[in-house]
Structures are given as structure tokens and as C-alpha cells.
């Protein structure tokens, strides 16, 4: 033992760049694959906290191609009491924001969201209570509140009994349910029953959201078919309708869904992400041979030397391997303290999992046995080559290089290159779509446009549009239910027209919308107020539309509402989706009430934006001063449409650099090695005439040729790649060729700076010395 930790304290006190340049490599090494890991544990752990999750499943249905999320009641409600293979069924609706109080105070607190459940949603779902019990939503008026905030509200007190005051109704605490995490469908929302008559036998209001439960995974793909044949008496086969089931883990990686609300991730992305983690261990490993094997002509001739004072060829491996182990290891260590530091800073918003060694210790546990294993293979072959030449030979200064230890070599860079071009070629198309889906025309006005959401103050809108007028740097005001481009789709209509069914996405607004927005009608004429004094209200259709149904302006839809103009196609939903039949709606007198919740505000050029936005909260305040209005430029709404994919596409982007970093120190490990090995050669090269500048060039044209071997094998393989992850959106980047140039030109000058900087150090020098060295 004594003679390997002499012999390690004797190579750090020789080769301190290199121990440092090894720690380091390999600690970032070892932390981005930890991060890596904790994503996509957090994203293939997606909803596998319920128990059984793959016995739950969410109805949806499907007409021709389009297929939606929400259900009528009475058919979700047939569908559960269908077969004995579903034990438990429940509906979802939408809720809404709202302010609460406990009785005996008159502190707000506002809470995200009030959903509407039925009460066997708790039978679907796994609720953990810590008060109450799950039988408590079968109890008009009684509701279900989150841990935490029952905590912010009553304390430590009970909750259960106890009352939430609101405006908008009263909730007493039927039970409290212990937080869910962050990766799973459910929010930690409060939660109330939906009356029990509501829509009961509406069948075409189609607004729940229903999932069940089956007794066993593999009956439930007869279900739909067995409910299609045996409840004939619905005609739902003859409405064009059909169901199908997804399974609860499923759900985030379906896309071809509308009214979907389940944060989506791409499987495609998520592999790249495991790669990318596997590409940097194995360039860790590589790396850090190629290091030590660089540090072979200074290492060789000491390791011989006590082989011939009688050290033993096994104790001189095992020294060799040891070092490379505890490097390994202490490079471990030094990643977790990386792993800490990258959660306290701002690159934290990139992963969506929590990333204390509490929370994942299979993975913290699993890198170090990686690291000991990195050491263990990393230090085996230099072991055994630097100790496998003859005394005599090593120490008269006549050892070289193996051709298949040079081959060996020339393998592990060229992995190296084809990793980096790989990575560059995928981080850029990347990058290309974000930037692509965040700056691409929408067909309406953007800049300078702000939404807030007002549901707070409808009733006051007339008031509360000349308040924001009154500041003279607003250009105009005008109200939609939705804001535009912040979802992949919006409300589905069915109607007849012409005595054909039509399926469209209607986004009601107030008449003055268009014009503030720019949208030009291309046909026909804009929304006028009177249209919402008629009874039924008008439509301004898309191009989409108009070509897919023959619509007509003049024409009604339904016998209700009168189609008074066409536009052109606008990107009034994601790039994740096709451009589909949608129009703009205008209501009448005869309607389910103003939802118009939103309100948009257009700013005139030249605005002072700060001033501007300091009026419109003050405004808003003005009108309910404890509510937390939301005011958001209409760029952050499409940053957080994109917010998934652009955190996923840095976090990329970020461990594809860490990669090509290591990728080229290890092409600068391998250059010294060569270099030092071939000192000799160069020296007589020079003795006999050649050039400094012949001497870089000969070098040069070596790694250049392994350079076009790499980058043929790299550039179908991420072309590849790319292509099959642009497949998640409907509107995409071009392949463009000058990407793949790109990558090769910024490898191979990296390489060549590299080749060329240490040859000319080696070149440069009095080759009299080299040869007798």
C-alpha cells in the first residue's frame, strides 16, 4: 500500500495541471449526468405516483380525424357504469382563480385553482388525507384543500369544518389531502363536488374530462368497443362519434389531442437527453485515458526504473489504477458540490426536478459506482502499457508506438468527433425551432401588446376601459375570452351547416378585437357593434375553414349566427398544431354570459413601456387592490407556451457544450501523447531539412482525415435525430446545409488550434536535444 500512495502523491507533485484538468473534466462530467438523470427520472416518472397508474386511464373522444379530451356527462357517466372491468370513474372541469379567508379572519389568500370534481374522482386518484376522509366531496358544499394550504390559512389547527369565505361561495373544509408532486396530472388544487344535476343529460355539452380506473391494465382496450356495440340505443356510431382510452403514464407524451392541459414532453427529446448523459460518460472515460496515456513518455521510464530496483510489475499496475480510481472518485465528490451549486443558480429553471441528494438517491448512488467503475477501466490500459516494455529498452529511451495502440487511440478520438459533431448539428436545429416558433409571423399585430386577465372586475368593463384609455400612450383596448397563442387549441364547436356537420375552434370576442389586433378580413367585413345586439351574434371564419366547408358570408351557422367575413389564416394556436377551422365569434343577446376575460391592451410606438405599465396596475388595482393580477407582455405569453421546450432545448444545448469541451480536451490529450512520443522523429525531420510550418501541416493532415471520417458517420446520425424530433411540430424549421458546415468548421478549427499549437511548441525546439533525449 505504501508504495501506490507514494507513487500518487509523486505524480500529483509532477503532473498538477494534469490531476487538476482530470478532476475537473470528470467532475463536470459526472454532474451533468446526474442533472440529466434527475430530469428525465422526473419526466419518465411522470404520474407513476398514483398507485397502479397503469390501471388509469382517460376517456376521449374522436370525430373523423380531430380527437378531444372532453366528454358529455351522460355518456362518461354510461360509459363508467358499462362493464364490471371499471371499478371507479370520475369527471374534471375547468375551474377558476379565487380569493380565500378563513371565518374568523379577513386576511386573503389567493389560491391558483378551484376544480370541480365528481366524488370518485378520490377513487381514480391516489389522495393521501391527513384529515378527513375521501367520502367528504359526497357532502354538498363541502370541498378538499391541499396540506399547504391549510397550513397558510388555519395553521396547525384542524381544518376540517372549518369555512373558506369567497365571493364567488363558500367551501367547508371536508378534508385535507397531503401536496401532490410536481410530475403528475393532478394540481394541488382545492377541490369541490360538481352538482349533482349539472348537464346530467346534456349530451351535447362536451366540457368534462373523465378518467377511470379498471381492475386490470390489459381489459381496457375492449372497453370502448364492448360500449360502441352494446349501447347502440345512443347513436353514436351514426354521429361519426368514437372513444378511445389513454393510459395515465401515457398522457404526457400524447399530442394529438385538443383541450389538452397536461404539460407535454417529447419521448424523442427525452432519448436525446439519455444519450447526450451516456455520450458525456463514455467522453469522460476517454478523456481521461487519453490523458493519462498523454502523460506516458514523462510516467514510463520512473514506473521502469523501479521495476529494475525490484518493484513488482503487479504493485506498479495497481499503483496506476489506484490513482486513476481515487482521481475518479474525487472528481465524484467535487460533482456533487457542482450538482448543489447548479440548483441554487439561475440555470436551476432548466430542470423541473428537484435535485437534493435526499430526493434521488439512486442516482447519486448509482454515479459514484460509475465513477469508481470510469477509474477502473480508464486506468487499466495505461497500467498495463506503461509497464508491459522492457527495462532496458525504456531506459535507453527506444519505446514508441504500437500500431494497435496507436489505432486504439485513433478509435477513441474519432467517438470523440462524432459526438461533437452530433451534439453541435442537434443544439442548433434546437435552438433554429425555438427561435423559429417565438419570432415567426402570427398574422396579427404582437409587439407591444399586453394581456391581463380581469375575470375579477367583468362587470366593470366600460369603467374600466376608460380608466386605461386616459393614459395617452394606450393605443386601443379589447376583450377574448382566451389569449391568443398561449394553448395548442381552444373551444370546439359542432354545428350544422347546410345540413352538414362542421367542427371548428371559436374564440369569442369583443367587436373591436380585430381591428386592434391588425387582422384584416379579406372578405366581407369586419365585427360591428350592432352584431352584438342580434340575437344569435356573427362569425368571421378562417381561410381553412371556409375552403374545408364551402362557407358562404350571408350564410348561417345553425339557423344561429351569421358568417360576415373571411381572414386569412393567423397562428391563433401553437406551432405544435396545423392551422385548423377556427373563427373569431361575436356574441349576441342570446348567450351563456360575458366570458370575456381577457383583456388586451395595445400600445402606441414609442411608448414609454414602463409608464404604460405602471398605469395599467395602478388601474387595476384600483378596481380590486388585494387581487394579483397577472400583466404580462404578449412575448412571455409565447415564451411559456414554448417554456418546455426551450428549458429542454438549453438544458441540451448546455451538456452538448460540456461535451465538446471534454471531446476536445481529450483531442488534447492525444496530441500531446503523439507529440511526446514522436519527439524524436520530429528532431531528425528537422536535422534533415524540414520546416517548423511542414512539420504542423504533416500533423495537421493526420487528425483532418479522422475529422471527414467522423463528421460522414456524424452528420446522417443527427440529421436522423432531428429529423424524427421535428416531427412534434406541425410548423418547423428547414434543414438547413450551412448547420452541418457549421459544425465541421468549429470542430476542426478547435482541432487544428490544438494540433497546431502544441506542435509548433514540440517543432520549435532544438531538435539536438530531442534526438538525445
Same mark, same amino acid.
Given at each position: 500500500?505504501?508504495?501506490?500512495?507514494?507513487?500518487?502523491?509523486?505524480? +500529483?507533485?509532477?503532473?498538477?495541471?494534469?490531476?487538476?484538468?482530470?478532476?475537473?473534466?470528470?467532475?463536470?462530467?459526472?454532474?451533468?449526468?446526474?442533472?440529466?438523470?434527475?430530469?428525465?427520472?422526473?419526466?419518465?416518472?411522470?404520474?407513476?405516483?398514483?398507485?397502479?397508474?397503469?390501471?388509469?386511464?382517460?376517456?376521449?373522444?374522436?370525430?373523423?380525424?380531430?380527437?378531444?379530451?372532453?366528454?358529455?356527462?351522460?355518456?362518461?357517466?354510461?360509459?363508467?357504469?358499462?362493464?364490471?372491468?371499471?371499478?371507479?370513474?370520475?369527471?374534471?372541469?375547468?375551474?377558476?382563480?379565487?380569493?380565500?379567508?378563513?371565518?374568523?379572519?379577513?386576511?386573503?389568500?389567493?389560491?391558483?385553482?378551484?376544480?370541480?370534481?365528481?366524488?370518485?374522482?378520490?377513487?381514480?386518484?391516489?389522495?393521501?388525507?391527513?384529515?378527513?376522509?375521501?367520502?367528504?366531496?359526497?357532502?354538498?358544499?363541502?370541498?378538499?384543500?391541499?396540506?399547504?394550504?391549510? %397550513?397558510?390559512?388555519?395553521?396547525?389547527?384542524?381544518?376540517?369544518?372549518?369555512?373558506?369565505?369567497?365571493?364567488?361561495?363558500?367551501?367547508?373544509?371536508?378534508?385535507?389531502?397531503?401536496?401532490?408532486?410536481?410530475?403528475?396530472?393532478?394540481?394541488?388544487?382545492?377541490?369541490?363536488?360538481?352538482?349533482?344535476?349539472?348537464?346530467?343529460?346534456?349530451?351535447?355539452?362536451?366540457?368534462?374530462? #373523465?378518467?377511470?380506473?379498471?381492475?386490470?391494465?390489459?381489459?381496457?382496450?375492449?372497453?370502448?368497443?364492448?360500449?360502441?356495440?352494446?349501447?347502440? +340505443?345512443?347513436?353514436?356510431?351514426?354521429?361519426?362519434?368514437?372513444?378511445?382510452?389513454?393510459?395515465?403514464?401515457?398522457?404526457?407524451?400524447?399530442?394529438?389531442?385538443?383541450?389538452? /392541459?397536461?404539460?407535454?414532453?417529447?419521448?424523442?427529446?427525452?432519448?436525446?437527453?439519455?444519450?447526450?448523459?451516456?455520450?458525456?460518460?463514455?467522453?469522460?472515460?476517454?478523456?481521461?485515458?487519453?490523458?493519462?496515456?498523454?502523460?506516458?513518455?514523462?510516467?514510463?521510464?520512473?514506473?521502469?526504473?523501479?521495476?529494475?530496483?525490484?518493484?513488482?510489475?503487479?504493485? *506498479?499496475?495497481?499503483?496506476?489504477?489506484?490513482?486513476?480510481?481515487?482521481?475518479?472518485? $474525487?472528481?465524484?465528490?467535487?460533482?456533487?458540490?457542482?450538482?448543489?451549486?447548479?440548483?441554487?443558480?439561475?440555470?436551476?429553471?432548466?430542470?423541473?426536478?428537484?435535485? $437534493?441528494?435526499?430526493?434521488?438517491?439512486?442516482?447519486?448512488?448509482?454515479?459514484?459506482?460509475?465513477?469508481?467503475?470510469?477509474?477502473?477501466?480508464? =486506468?487499466?490500459?495505461?497500467?498495463?502499457?506503461?509497464?508491459?516494455?522492457?527495462?532496458?529498452?525504456?531506459?535507453?529511451?527506444?519505446?514508441?508506438?504500437?500500431?494497435?495502440?496507436?489505432?486504439? %487511440?485513433?478509435?477513441?478520438?474519432?467517438?470523440?468527433?462524432?459526438?461533437?459533431?452530433?451534439?453541435? /448539428?442537434?443544439?442548433?436545429?434546437?435552438?433554429?425551432?425555438?427561435?423559429?416558433?417565438?419570432?415567426?409571423?402570427?398574422?396579427?399585430?404582437?409587439?407591444?401588446?399586453?394581456?391581463?386577465?380581469?375575470?375579477?372586475?367583468?362587470?366593470?368593463?366600460?369603467?374600466?376601459?376608460?380608466?386605461?384609455?386616459?393614459?395617452?400612450?394606450?393605443?386601443?383596448?379589447?376583450?377574448?375570452?382566451?389569449?391568443?397563442?398561449?394553448?395548442?387549441?381552444?373551444?370546439?364547436?359542432?354545428?350544422?351547416?347546410?345540413?352538414?356537420?362542421?367542427?371548428?375552434?371559436?374564440?369569442?370576442?369583443?367587436?373591436?378585437?380585430?381591428?386592434? *389586433?391588425?387582422?384584416?378580413?379579406?372578405?366581407? %367585413?369586419?365585427?360591428?357593434?350592432?352584431?352584438?345586439?342580434?340575437?344569435?351574434?356573427?362569425?368571421?371564419?378562417?381561410?381553412?375553414?371556409?375552403?374545408?366547408?364551402?362557407?358562404?358570408?350571408?350564410?348561417?351557422?345553425?339557423?344561429?349566427?351569421?358568417?360576415?367575413?373571411?381572414?386569412?389564416?393567423?397562428?391563433?394556436?401553437?406551432?405544435?398544431?396545423?392551422?385548423?377551422?377556427?373563427?373569431?365569434?361575436?356574441?349576441?343577446?342570446?348567450?351563456?354570459?360575458?366570458?370575456?376575460?381577457?383583456?388586451? /391592451?395595445?400600445?402606441?410606438?414609442?411608448?414609454?413601456?414602463?409608464?404604460?405599465?405602471?398605469?395599467?396596475?395602478?388601474?387595476?388595482?384600483?378596481?380590486? #387592490?388585494?387581487?394579483?393580477?397577472?400583466?404580462?407582455?404578449?412575448?412571455?405569453?409565447?415564451?411559456?407556451?414554448?417554456?418546455?421546450?426551450?428549458?429542454?432545448?438549453?438544458?441540451?444545448?448546455?451538456?452538448?457544450?460540456? #461535451? /465538446?469541451? +471534454?471531446?476536445?480536451? =481529450?483531442?488534447?490529450?492525444?496530441?500531446?501523447?503523439?507529440?511526446?512520443?514522436?519527439?524524436?522523429?520530429?528532431?531528425?525531420?528537422?536535422?534533415?531539412?524540414?520546416?517548423?510550418?511542414?512539420?504542423?501541416?504533416?500533423?495537421?493532415?493526420?487528425?483532418?482525415?479522422?475529422?471527414?471520417?467522423?463528421?460522414?458517420?456524424?452528420?446522417?446520425?443527427?440529421?436522423?435525430?432531428?429529423?424524427?424530433?421535428?416531427?412534434?411540430?406541425?410548423?418547423?424549421?428547414?434543414?438547413?446545409?450551412?448547420?452541418?458546415?457549421?459544425?465541421?468548421?468549429?470542430?476542426?478549427?478547435?482541432?487544428?488550434?490544438?494540433?497546431?499549437?502544441?506542435?509548433?511548441?514540440?517543432?520549435?525546439?532544438?531538435?539536438?536535444?530531442?534526438?538525445?533525449?
Amino acid at each position: 500500500m505504501k508504495p501506490i500512495i507514494l507513487n500518487f502523491l509523486s505524480v +500529483i507533485r509532477r503532473f498538477k495541471l494534469a490531476v487538476v484538468l482530470n478532476i475537473l473534466g470528470l467532475s463536470v462530467a459526472f454532474a451533468a449526468f446526474m442533472v440529466i438523470m434527475i430530469q428525465l427520472d422526473y419526466d419518465y416518472g411522470f404520474d407513476k405516483f398514483h398507485k397502479d397508474s397503469d390501471k388509469i386511464f382517460r376517456m376521449e373522444c374522436s370525430w373523423g380525424h380531430s380527437t378531444q379530451t372532453i366528454v358529455s356527462r351522460p355518456l362518461a357517466e354510461h360509459f363508467f357504469e358499462s362493464s364490471p372491468h371499471i371499478v371507479a370513474g370520475a369527471l374534471w372541469t375547468w375551474g377558476g382563480k379565487a380569493f380565500f379567508h378563513a371565518e374568523s379572519d379577513n386576511e386573503r389568500h389567493f389560491h391558483e385553482e378551484v376544480s370541480s370534481i365528481t366524488p370518485g374522482f378520490t377513487g381514480v386518484f391516489s389522495f393521501d388525507f391527513v384529515e378527513g376522509t375521501e367520502d367528504a366531496l359526497k357532502t354538498p358544499g363541502n370541498g378538499i384543500i391541499p396540506l399547504t394550504l391549510s %397550513r397558510k390559512i388555519f395553521g396547525n389547527e384542524p381544518a376540517v369544518g372549518k369555512m373558506l369565505v369567497s365571493a364567488g361561495g363558500n367551501i367547508t373544509v371536508g378534508a385535507v389531502y397531503r401536496d401532490f408532486p410536481d410530475n403528475t396530472v393532478l394540481k394541488n388544487n382545492i377541490y369541490v363536488p360538481i352538482p349533482e344535476d349539472e348537464e346530467k343529460d346534456n349530451w351535447s355539452n362536451y366540457s368534462y374530462i #373523465a378518467y377511470i380506473r379498471v381492475n386490470q391494465a390489459s381489459n381496457a382496450h375492449l372497453l370502448c368497443e364492448d360500449f360502441m356495440r352494446n349501447f347502440q +340505443i345512443f347513436n353514436l356510431e351514426e354521429s361519426g362519434v368514437k372513444l378511445r382510452l389513454t393510459a395515465l403514464p401515457d398522457i404526457r407524451y400524447v399530442t394529438d389531442v385538443q383541450y389538452d /392541459i397536461v404539460p407535454k414532453a417529447s419521448k424523442q427529446t427525452l432519448m436525446i437527453l439519455f444519450l447526450i448523459a451516456i455520450i458525456i460518460i463514455v467522453i469522460a472515460g476517454i478523456n481521461f485515458t487519453n490523458f493519462s496515456m498523454a502523460l506516458t513518455p514523462m510516467r514510463v521510464k520512473s514506473l521502469n526504473t523501479q521495476k529494475v530496483l525490484g518493484a513488482r510489475q503487479r504493485t *506498479l499496475r495497481l499503483s496506476v489504477v489506484s490513482e486513476a480510481v481515487i482521481i475518479c472518485l $474525487s472528481a465524484y465528490f467535487v460533482a456533487i458540490w457542482f450538482v448543489m451549486w447548479f440548483n441554487e443558480s439561475p440555470l436551476a429553471k432548466l430542470v423541473d426536478a428537484d435535485l $437534493s441528494i435526499s430526493a434521488h438517491p439512486l442516482i447519486f448512488g448509482g454515479t459514484a459506482l460509475i465513477a469508481l467503475l470510469t477509474g477502473l477501466l480508464a =486506468g487499466v490500459y495505461p497500467a498495463f502499457y506503461m509497464t508491459a516494455f522492457a527495462p532496458a529498452l525504456v531506459l535507453n529511451g527506444n519505446f514508441g508506438l504500437s500500431p494497435k495502440g496507436k489505432k486504439l %487511440r485513433n478509435t477513441l478520438i474519432g467517438i470523440q468527433f462524432i459526438a461533437s459533431f452530433a451534439l453541435i /448539428i442537434g443544439a442548433s436545429f434546437m435552438y433554429l425551432q425555438n427561435y423559429f416558433m417565438q419570432n415567426s409571423p402570427l398574422g396579427y399585430e404582437k409587439d407591444a401588446l399586453i394581456t391581463v386577465d380581469i375575470q375579477q372586475i367583468q362587470g366593470s368593463r366600460d369603467a374600466f376601459t376608460n380608466q386605461l384609455k386616459s393614459f395617452s400612450g394606450i393605443e386601443d383596448v379589447t376583450y377574448g375570452e382566451r389569449v391568443l397563442s398561449s394553448q395548442d387549441s381552444y373551444m370546439g364547436w359542432g354545428r350544422k351547416y347546410n345540413g352538414e356537420q362542421i367542427n371548428f375552434q371559436c374564440l369569442p370576442v369583443n367587436y373591436t378585437f380585430l381591428k386592434a *389586433l391588425g387582422i384584416e378580413v379579406s372578405e366581407g %367585413r369586419d365585427f360591428r357593434q350592432e352584431d352584438a345586439n342580434t340575437e344569435h351574434g356573427a362569425y368571421v371564419f378562417n381561410a381553412t375553414a371556409r375552403e374545408m366547408y364551402n362557407l358562404e358570408i350571408g350564410t348561417t351557422i345553425e339557423n344561429r349566427g351569421e358568417i360576415i367575413g373571411f381572414m386569412h389564416d393567423i397562428k391563433f394556436a401553437s406551432f405544435r398544431k396545423a392551422v385548423e377551422p377556427m373563427a373569431f365569434y361575436v356574441w349576441g343577446t342570446s348567450n351563456w354570459g360575458d366570458r370575456l376575460r381577457y383583456v388586451y /391592451i395595445k400600445l402606441k410606438p414609442e411608448t414609454n413601456l414602463r409608464a404604460a405599465m405602471s398605469h395599467i396596475r395602478k388601474t387595476l388595482s384600483g378596481f380590486d #387592490a388585494g387581487f394579483p393580477f397577472e400583466v404580462r407582455f404578449h412575448d412571455e405569453v409565447l415564451q411559456r407556451l414554448y417554456e418546455k421546450e426551450t428549458a429542454l432545448s438549453a438544458l441540451i444545448s448546455l451538456f452538448s457544450l460540456i #461535451a /465538446i469541451f +471534454i471531446s476536445i480536451a =481529450g483531442v488534447f490529450g492525444l496530441v500531446v501523447f503523439d507529440s511526446e512520443c514522436r519527439r524524436k522523429e520530429i528532431g531528425i525531420r528537422k536535422v534533415f531539412g524540414a520546416s517548423t510550418t511542414g512539420i504542423i501541416v504533416m500533423f495537421n493532415k493526420m487528425y483532418f482525415k479522422i475529422l471527414a471520417v467522423c463528421f460522414i458517420i456524424a452528420a446522417p446520425l443527427a440529421w436522423y435525430a432531428v429529423h424524427h424530433w421535428l416531427e412534434n411540430f406541425a410548423y418547423k424549421t428547414p434543414m438547413y446545409w450551412w448547420v452541418y458546415l457549421l459544425a465541421f468548421v468549429v470542430v476542426a478549427a478547435i482541432t487544428v488550434g490544438t494540433v497546431t499549437f502544441q506542435n509548433w511548441r514540440v517543432a520549435s525546439e532544438n531538435p539536438v536535444g530531442a534526438i538525445n533525449n
